[in-house]
């Protein structure tokens, strides 16, 4: 068996083999959703899991939930935005109300003035600057 065109059909052949059973392998690893993906992944595994979805099914409810998940989030940075600008006011007076606490019973009377222009930020809050 020292004919060389034996081996490099036998050599052929194993590579075949070998690319061939790591392709159905990666296919295999790329069609199954993220299992730990987002909040609905418990969810998503227990469907899967209960009502056997083949790969095709259990992507598509892969999908399905990511998108409801986006959906949710934008939503509630919509109201976010909305709620915070409705208790700005209420921020912004308990801020002076704090404020006036810190300049009154922390800070000494001479020193007043330095951390009136702190507040706004006309000089650097490092002191060794």
């Known amino acids: 068996m020292t004919n060389l065109r034996f081996w490099v059909l036998v050599l052929v052949f194993t590579s075949f083999a070998i690319g061939l059973a ?7 690893l790329l069609q199954r959703p993220a299992p730990d993906a987002g909040p609905f992944a418990d969810y998503e595994r227990r469907l899967v899991e209960r009502f056997q979805l083949p790969p095709e099914r259990a ?3 892969h999908v399905i939930l990511a998108s409801y998940n986006q959906e949710i989030e934008e939503i509630k940075d919509r109201h976010m935005a909305d709620y915070t600008s409705a208790m700005e006011p209420e921020l912004m007076k308990k801020g002076r109300e704090y404020r006036d606490l810190i300049l009154n019973r922390v800070i ?3 020193q ?3 951390l009136e222009q ?3 930020g006309a000089i650097p809050t490092d002191p060794r600057h």
Do not use: D, I, N
């Open 22 to 28: 790591s392709g159905a392998g990666v296919a295999m």
């Open 59 to 61: 992507r598509l409810l």
């Open 108 to 110: 000494p009377h001479s």
């Open 112 to 114: 007043r003035p330095e």
């Open 118 to 120: 702190l507040a706004l």
